[in-house]
């Protein structure tokens, strides 16, 4: 079993796509996926991207997916020091790359800036991966 971690961009492209994730796959997250999700989603609502009917079904899609949600001390002081070696600004990032050294195979994310600034400490995999 492949255990991939997603952020909020991938999830909202899964939802998108209405992408169907094998059962061969599990999907992790840090518990701030979903305040991210709605944060984005409110976004694109505000800004006309989207119609509220279809950020709710977005919502529903992601709510569906089997992720496994995370969020203990282990998660928030690694997420810490990999901020620091970084030199970032804050830690929501980190967490999802803390989260990928702690517990999963790979880190999924469609931010190339992202992916190209934590391949030494993870593995990135691409989106195509999860289908």
Known sequence: MAKYV?????????????????????????TLLRSQMLALLYRAVRDGELTRKDADRQLNYVRALRIR???????????????DQLGWPDTFDAEYVALTQLQADAFVTL?????????????????EALS
Not at 71 to 79: E, I
Not at 113 to 118: I, K, R, S, T
């Open 6 to 30: 997603i952020g909020p961009d991938v999830a909202l492209r899964l939802a998108h796509d209405e992408a169907v994730i094998p059962d061969e796959h599990q999907l992790l997250a840090p």
């Open 69 to 83: 949600l995370l969020g203990d001390r282990v998660l928030q002081n690694v997420a810490w020091k990999i901020a």
């Open 111 to 127: 931010d190339a800036d992202l992916a190209d600034a934590v391949k030494g400490v993870v593995t990135i995999a691409p989106f």
